[in-house]
């Protein structure tokens, strides 16, 4: 199965089909494609073996005709489908537990909105969480379908995060964080280990499997490259400053977890542990603290800083 999610009304990547469908109260819809096995079936057939248990909220989008084909015609339950066809439909959204904590405006202008993002908060719609997740949180305040993320947080991590409003400059604030132009600092809480030298340079390469939480260093090419040095002691804890020149998924909390002063609230490294979902009393204490970087518009430098603090 395939399932992508789709932009509002305009190509955000070279090949990304434009959905027929607009946005729906902040949530794109989703473009689902037929595979070679369930050619020939009736399309309600497909979906209730893909989403078992959901016929009852299908049937009302049929009627609607919010189920459509890449060039909004509408479908029904019996309308057959062939392999390689795109469909395209909004899923019903999951039960998801509210993230009880506000995402504060930094900066907004006519191109960018910067917001200091809470822990647990995705940056974009993935899996189970799709409501709780600052894209569609941002879209719902400001009521701008427009909206996109020009790089991402991870979900337990807080921070500063940008965003474009206009789909025609998306692109050149993406290309900040691609080519690593943007020039970012965490800081985060973690043991104080006396006989670590810092600062230091931390240097190896990370990879992460589709499906797997989990990013782990292996032997090749170097990837991912981070500057750790010690801000000031806490007693036992240490609040460190972090600046990663490479961005690769996971890759400040598996090098802290190698120097062993893994940061505090992680439930993946060094060790994986289970974490109850609602329970937003151990926060990762990882903080996406400065965002800098020379406008690609008009050329000014930008600065934008979290309010944030990290307590132990």
Do not use: C
């Not at 794109?28 to 073996?49: F, H, K, P, S």
């Not at 000031?232 to 998924?249: C, D, I, M, N, Q």
């Amino acid at each position: 199965m395939t399932a992508r999610r789709g932009s509002s009304g305009r190509r955000r990547h070279r090949g990304t089909p434009v959905p027929p469908l607009p946005l729906r109260d902040g949530v794109d819809a989703t473009r689902l494609v037929i595979a070679e096995e369930e050619a020939g079936q009736a399309l309600g057939d497909v979906l209730e073996a893909r989403f078992p248990g959901t016929g009852d909220y299908l049937a009302g989008e049929y009627a609607t005709g919010s189920v459509v084909t890449s060039d909004g015609a509408p479908l029904g339950p019996g309308s057959p489908v062939a392999a390689r066809q795109a469909v395209w439909l909004y899923r019903e959204l999951p039960h998801e537990v509210p993230v009880p904590f506000p995402m504060p405006v930094l900066y907004a202008d006519d191109r960018i909105v910067v917001v200091d993002k809470p822990h647990f908060l995705a940056t974009m719609p993935r899996g189970a969480r799709v409501v709780q997740s600052a894209l569609v949180r941002l879209r719902r305040e400001l009521d701008e379908p427009r909206l996109s993320p020009a790089h991402r947080l991870d979900r337990l991590t807080a921070g500063v995060l940008l965003f474009t409003r206009d789909p025609a400059v998306r692109g050149p604030y993406q290309q900040l964080f691609a080519q690593g132009l943007a020039r970012k600092e965490y800081a985060a809480l973690a043991p104080v280990r006396p006989d670590l030298g810092l600062p230091v340079t931390v240097e190896s390469r990370i990879e992460k499997t589709p499906g797997i939480m989990r990013a782990y260093e292996v032997d090749g090419p170097v990837n991912a490259r981070s500057h750790v040095e010690l801000e000031a002691e806490l007693g036992s804890v240490g609040r460190y400053r972090l600046r990663p020149e490479t961005g690769k998924t996971h890759q400040l909390r598996l090098h802290m977890a190698r120097l062993g002063v893994p940061i505090l609230g992680d439930p993946l490294y060094p060790e994986q542990r289970e974490v109850v979902d609602g329970d937003f009393t151990d926060p990762l204490r990882l903080l996406a603290r400065r965002l800098a970087f020379v406008d690609p518009i008009d050329g000014t430098e930008r600065e934008f800083v979290s309010a944030r603090e990290l307590t132990p």
